[in-house]
Nanobody, 130 residues
Framework: QVRLVESGGGSVQAGGSLRLSCAASGYGSSTASMGWVRHPPSKSREAGEAVAIIDENGNTGYADSVKGRFTISKDNAKNTVFLQMNDLKPEDTGTYIC?????????????????????WGKGTQVTVSS
């Protein structure tokens, strides 16, 4: 059974940093593309935006809104994916959900369509105040 568990969310002021972690079990992070999907407050799941993707070869992709501020990485030995978020802005506020795709979609495809993700975590809340 695939399970994704996020941690590391919290409340920070604008300009601050947070590091999110996603521990995966039930499959290897080296064989799937992993990503972080941000859901704004009070929005439906369909309103989620993929902000960072890393594929099985370590290739990454980012949404324009986070380029230069967020960095996704992974530790295959620990089956964990990380999202380092720097220079946070109030518009980064939302629930960050870890997701996995075992269908070999590219980072570009996953940034465009979150429906390609097969598995989802429950999310961790990030709140950025101005």
């Amino acid at each position: 059974q695939v399970r994704l568990v996020e941690s590391g969310g919290g409340s920070v002021q604008a300009g601050g940093s947070l590091r999110l972690s996603c521990a995966a079990s039930g499959y290897g992070s080296s064989t799937a593309s992993m990503g972080w999907v941000r859901h704004p407050p009070s929005k439906s799941r369909e309103a989620g935006e993929a902000v960072a993707i890393i594929d099985e070869n370590g290739n990454t992709g980012y949404a324009d809104s986070v380029k230069g501020r967020f960095t996704i990485s992974k530790d295959n030995a620990k089956n964990t994916v990380f999202l380092q978020m720097n220079d946070l802005k109030p518009e980064d506020t939302g629930t960050y959900i870890c997701a996995a795709d075992t269908g070999r979609s590219t980072p570009r495809e996953l940034l465009r369509e979150i429906i390609y993700f097969d598995y989802w975590g429950k999310g961790t809340q990030v709140t950025v105040s101005s």
